[in-house]
């Protein structure tokens, strides 16, 4: 998949003003995205980033939803996903809503090193063999000119000297709003949505995705990863939908 680097974002002539909000977004200094105050050059001010809301401790390992205890929630006992694990930094929660919002429509890119900054600090997952940001489908990756999901792991990557696979999977369709949808039709909404044609025997896949939702596309990716022989597919991500 043609997955463009910032630079090619920028090198693409008919998206000016794209690489003006871009450049405009790296060459300014910095006002707190949360209130606007001073920030010394951050997306968000100390005052507000204390204030961010975190993912509670105490969630289910399998799929980050809170649960008395940090227990494996009824649902992944019931019936469990394909992935193995999921971390997730923030609750999908205001004002970090906004932010992923401002960083997918608005490409406010500042906000993808801010949140890669906070996932590097969160514990290392042991074992992990390579890197896997969710892919978007090439129209949409067209439409919006970047993949959140490839600028936050990106720098993770670097910083974790792991490698980051970019090409192995392709998404085969790009799925409307599944919000409306029952989780039932989710699935069978998603059934197929990924191609994946590289051998993944044993290997240990963290998964890297701005938002969780229900969870439907991220199983049908571990499902797909796992045909491929992954071993384990653990699910790095931004912010849980509570
Ligand atoms: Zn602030
Ligand atoms: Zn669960």
């Known amino acids: 998949m043609d997955v463009p680097t910032l630079a090619e974002s920028l090198s693409n002539p008919t998206s000016f003003q794209r690489v003006f909000r871009v450049v405009a977004d790296l060459l300014a200094p910095q006002d707190c995205f949360v209130c ?10 100390p005052a507000c980033l204390a204030e961010l809301p975190r993912q509670p401790e105490l969630a289910c390992p399998v799929c980050a939803l809170p649960t008395p205890g940090g227990a494996v929630c009824g649902h992944c006992l019931n019936a469990p ?18 932010m992923v919002q401002a960083l997918k ?34 129209q949409r990756l067209r439409r919006r000119g970047f993949n959140q999901a490839v600028e936050i792991a990106r720098p993770l990557a670097r910083a974790w ?3 980051l696979e970019l090409a192995a999977v392709r998404r085969e369709r790009d799925v409307p709003a599944q919000a409306g949808l029952a989780r039932a039709a989710r699935i069978a909404n998603l059934r ?36 491929q022989g992954a071993a384990r597919v653990e699910n790095l991500v931004l912010a849980r939908t509570p």
């Open 161 to 163: 000297g792991l490698p």
């Open 36 to 45: 606007g105050g001073a920030s010394g050059g951050d997306a968000v001010c």
């Open 192 to 227: 197929g949505a990924f191609r994946c044609e590289r051998p993944l025997a044993g290997l240990h896949v963290l998964v890297v995705d701005d938002v969780m939702t229900t969870g439907a596309s991220l199983n049908e990716l571990a499902r797909t990863l796992k045909r």
């Open 105 to 138: 429509y608005h490409h406010r890119l500042a906000l993808a090193r801010f949140f890669a900054d906070g996932l590097q600090r969160m514990p290392a997952s042991g074992g992990v063999d390579l890197l896997l940001p969710m892919p978007l489908h090439v």
């Open 81 to 98: 996903p394909a992935f193995d694990a999921t971390r997730a930094l923030f609750s999908y929660a205001f004002p970090v809503d906004r």
